[in-house]
């Protein structure tokens, strides 16, 4: 077999699944420097590739666009080829990336796709005959498709800035630098589905009591016009509130985000892009459940917070309607549990300093 030169990595939508493969890739980029490895994504997941090994470039597919449908695939699969590819990796196996895969098989490419474990996480979320256990996690799952491709590596992904953190120049229009024991809490309330979104009364009610604590400012993520009324709502009660919904662009919010002292955040994308940067997140969980394998890099369990109910999980991605039409699993979580392992988390980082 010819020494492999150039990889292409699939992995098209879902913007915390693409965070998700970015310390995978950039670990095995980095083990292997004389190979070149190219992102297939959209655009919006491609902005996430900042500080990349040089190894490392990004493509983006216009499946809205001129790569929509079969003949949108097929001319995305020409201009691919053009790359002269060598194997592919297919992280999202869905039926855009098989039609891909399979005219890169037939053309003589070899190809190696993710094992997404969709049976056993059918049994995780099953309501009658639910077998309750932690699976693979998604980023140990991206980890085996390169193995079996056999480009064996460590992951030693910390950051997307290394050992460092964002450019405050990058943000100084939105915010000072902080100040000496100033604390800095992102608050991130919203998610895709609502089976994923913490009731916004009682996330409210959380923002309340971090707000009242000294020398902390609170940093409000989203970007939908709905939420962008909420913040400015919260931010009309109570001191020391930024909100950066809007369209601030990722470079901007990563950096400022790499400076935060903890992240609260849903099962949602924003759990990921503070993983990213290294920032330590409490996560709340309604219909979903981290033993899905979706936790952030380098997050801890204990750090995710959940009611402990039979259903839980009912969904993978949080998109199916509560069974019990009460959505017990997001409002029977008190807002001072999140309070108070945030305050756990602020105790722990402040002693280590």
């Known amino acids: 077999m010819k020494p492999m030169k150039h990889i292409l990595v699939i992995r098209l939508s879902a913007l915390g699944d693409v965070a998700m493969t970015i310390p995978v890739i950039y670990s095995v980029a980095r083990t292997y420097p004389h190979i070149t490895f190219t992102v297939l994504t959209q655009a ?204 601030h662009g990722f470079e901007k919010e990563l950096a400022l985000i790499s400076h935060l002292d903890v992240m609260i955040t849903m099962d949602s994308a924003n759990m990921h892009l503070a993983s990213l940067v290294g920032v330590r997140v409490v996560s709340v969980w309604g219909a979903t459940h981290p033993y899905a394998g979706f936790l952030g890099w380098n997050q801890s369990p204990s750090d995710a917070l959940g009611v402990e109910l039979s259903c839980r999980p009912c969904s993978v991605f949080g998109n199916k309607p509560c069974f019990r039409g009460d959505y017990a699993c997001m409002n029977q979580l008190p807002p001072e549990a999140i309070v108070q392992r945030v305050e756990q988390v602020l105790t722990a980082r402040s002693s280590m300093e």
């Open 44 to 247: 919006v997941a491609s902005k996430l590739f900042i500080q990349a090994p040089e190894n490392v470039s990004v493509v983006v597919a216009d499946v809205k666009g001129r790569h929509a449908g079969i003949s949108g695939l097929w001319r995305l699969f020409r201009e691919l080829r053009r790359l002269h590819i060598d194997a592919v990796v297919d992280l999202h196996d869905v039926l855009r990336s098989k039609w891909l895969r399979f005219w890169f098989s037939v053309s003589g490419t070899k190809c190696v796709v993710i094992d997404k474990g969709r049976a056993e996480k059918r049994r995780l979320t099953s309501r009658m005959h639910k077998r309750f256990r932690p699976l693979k996690s998604s980023i140990v799952r991206y980890e085996e498709v390169f193995t079996r491709l056999g480009l064996t590596f460590v992951p030693r992904f910390t950051s997307l800035y290394g050992d460092e953190k964002g450019a405050t120049t990058l943000f100084s229009e939105i915010v000072s630098d902080k100040a000496e024991n100033e604390i800095w809490i992102g608050v991130a309330p919203f998610a895709k589905h609502k089976g994923k979104i913490y009731p916004v009364s009682q996330m409210e009610r959380v923002v309340a009591r971090l707000a009242e604590k000294k020398n902390c400012r609170i940093f409000l993520f989203g970007g939908g016009d709905d939420e962008v009324q909420v913040f400015n709502c919260w931010k009309s009660r109570y001191p020391n509130i930024i909100s950066m919904g809007g369209k």
